[in-house]
């Protein structure tokens, strides 16, 4: 395979659509496509994952598989696993989005003052 340029194009949401069903947050991570391919054309460790993995598999032609991830595997899970934990709908599961009213002081678990 041939080596790409920083700068030639890539079609980062459609990389991220191939990407996602090989992580567990597929399904939550779905209405993020957007923003998703946009954070990771923009940051640079991100961007060049994204095409080390894009000319390990082929892609835009070739179907992207897991062991195209390769050492870009831990970046590219890491990144998908913490917008899916700081994402609304996940905040709104365990009850901490919408952001409204008083919310309990970091590191007290009653929500009570600090000494």
């Known amino acids: 395979m041939s080596e790409t340029s920083p700068d030639a194009p890539l079609d980062f949401?459609?990389?991220?659509?191939?990407?996602?069903?090989?992580?567990?947050?597929?399904?939550?991570?779905?209405?993020?496509?957007?923003?998703?391919?946009r954070i990771a054309a923009l940051n640079t460790q991100l961007n060049t994952a994204f095409r080390r993995i894009a000319?390990?598999?082929?892609?835009?032609?070739?179907?992207?598989?897991?062991?195209?991830?390769?050492?870009?595997?831990?970046?590219?899970?890491?990144?998908?696993?913490?917008?899916?934990?700081?994402?609304?709908?996940?905040?709104?599961?365990v009850g901490e989005w919408p952001l409204v009213g008083e919310r309990p002081l970091a590191g007290t678990a009653s929500g009570g003052a600090r000494d």
């Not at 390990?56 to 831990?74: K, M, N, W, Y």
């Open 55 to 93: 000319e390990r598999s082929g892609f835009p032609e070739g179907a992207v598989h897991r062991e195209h991830l390769a050492e870009d595997a831990e970046a590219v899970g890491t990144f998908f696993e913490y917008v899916h934990f700081a994402s609304p709908s996940f905040l709104g599961s």
């Open 13 to 37: 949401e459609a990389l991220v659509v191939a990407l996602l069903p090989l992580g567990p947050y597929h399904a939550a991570l779905e209405p993020m496509v957007a923003d998703l391919a």
